[in-house]
């Protein structure tokens, strides 16, 4: 029974072991990940203007608030604007308000924006204010993909 006890301690003593290098090297790899994320992603642009080949001038220049939902709008505003910077309810709230959204005041914003963090996972708090997450930036690409967005910017919509 002791050769059998014996192998038991050694296997899991390795297997502890092992655990204890992939934590490590899994820590690592979140460093590097990390790192390459603040590097990446403010110059990574996945914008509907860039797709198309487009001016890189950004596509927030094309869009008119007003058109568009009070979500879209943050959406759109963060991803062309922000720099990957945190921003405040209320500049996001004047943005869009001076971009011609008539469904957008600080207070509607603010629960717009507490709905894409809670259940959305589209955004995330940060120090001063807000910036969108992966699933954001995913999801405004998908947006500006879309037939209904390309309907909503177009010159002849409205004009």
Known sequence: MTTSANHYDETLQDLERRYTECQAQLADLEQAITALKKICTPKTDLSYAAMLGMDPAPISALIQYGEISVRWGILGFLFEKSNG???????????????????????????????????????????????????????????????????????????
Do not use: C
């Open 85 to 159: 910077e945190p921003m405040k309810t209320a500049d996001i709230a004047d943005a869009l308000i001076k971009g011609g959204s008539k469904s957008a005041n600080r207070a509607n914003v603010s629960a717009v924006i507490s709905d894409m963090v809670k259940n959305r996972l589209e955004l995330e708090s940060k120090d001063d204010g807000y910036t969108l997450t992966e699933k954001g930036r995913v999801i405004w690409n998908a947006i500006t993909h879309s037939s209904k967005f390309r309907e909503k910017i177009s010159p002849s919509n409205g004009q």
